[in-house]
Each structure stands twice: as structure tokens, then as C-alpha cells.
């Protein structure tokens, strides 16, 4: 069950989960994927150009009218063409080239928040993206 990071495909879940612990009755989801980038640059394009890897305008809560998502102020918001802003999430930990943290709650009002954890590791000439959810 692979989907695509960064522009690249991922390969499924990448093996056992780091944490036992489990969300909402859920064990976590992970996925990995090596990126031909630099891990400084995966890092930026993860955090930075949101919208050159995530589809907005299908997976956005303003639909076509989603002009942007970034991380801002320590969180992660998502603009419409109107101006109006819906958080996605508050940032809990940024290590620039090494890990990001965040609660994921798009819209919501993040009470009933997950965690989504996405660690950059060099791996060659380019970079393995771990993301657990």
C-alpha cells in the first residue's frame, strides 16, 4: 500500500514500528522513502514547498480554493484564495534535517489530534524519509 513523498514512491511500510504505542486503538502507519536529494533540501521541500509534493486542491479543506499549507508560527496552515486559514496542526518538535513532529487535526479543533513524526536520514547521495502516523 504505497503512496508517493516527495515525489518519489513509497515502498510500504518499512518495517516494525519504533513505538508500541498506539492511537485511538490504532497501531501506527509508517512509511518510508528515499528521496535523490540532499537531506538539508528534502527537509526544506518537506517543510517549505508543502504544495509541490501534497495535493492541495483534492486533499485541501478549501477544495479548488486552497491557495497554500505551510508551517507558520509553529503550526501547519492551510490558506484559501479568500484568505480564510484552517490549522492542520501544531508543530510539537523541528529539528531542521533531522525530524519534524507535529499533531495532525486538519480543521479540527486538535483535541482529538494524531502525532505524525517524519525523520530525514542521509542514505547516499540521497535521503531516506520516515514518516509514522
Known amino acids: 500500500m504505497g503512496g508517493f513523498i516527495l515525489g518519489r514512491r513509497t515502498h ?3 518495517g516494525p514500528c519504533r513505538r508500541s504505542k498506539m492511537m485511538s486503538g490504532f497501531p501506527p502507519v509508517v512509511r518510508a522513502a ?3 536529494r540532499p537531506i538539508d533540501e528534502a ?5 517549505s514547498e508543502i504544495r509541490a509534493w501534497w495535493p492541495l486542491p483534492s486533499h485541501g479543506l478549501f477544495g479548488d480554493a486552497s491557495a497554500s499549507v505551510a508551517f507558520s508560527d ?5 490558506q484559501s484564495v479568500d484568505g480564510s486559514e484552517a490549522i492542520w496542526g501544531k508543530v510539537l ?7 519534524l ?10 483535541e482529538e489530534a494524531s502525532e505524525v513524526e517524519v525523520v ?3 542514505d547516499g547521495a540521497g535521503t531516506r524519509v520516515v514518516i509514522e502516523h
Open 93 to 99: 518538535a523541528w529539528e531542521p534535517s533531522v525530524r
Open 120 to 122: 530525514f536520514e542521509a
Open 74 to 78: 509553529g503550526q501547519l496552515v492551510e
Open 43 to 47: 527537509f526544506h521541500v518537506f517543510t
Open 34 to 36: 528515499w528521496v535523490n
Open 101 to 110: 513532529v507535529f499533531t495532525w487535526h486538519p480543521g479540527g479543533d486538535g
Open 12 to 14: 510500504g511500510l518499512c
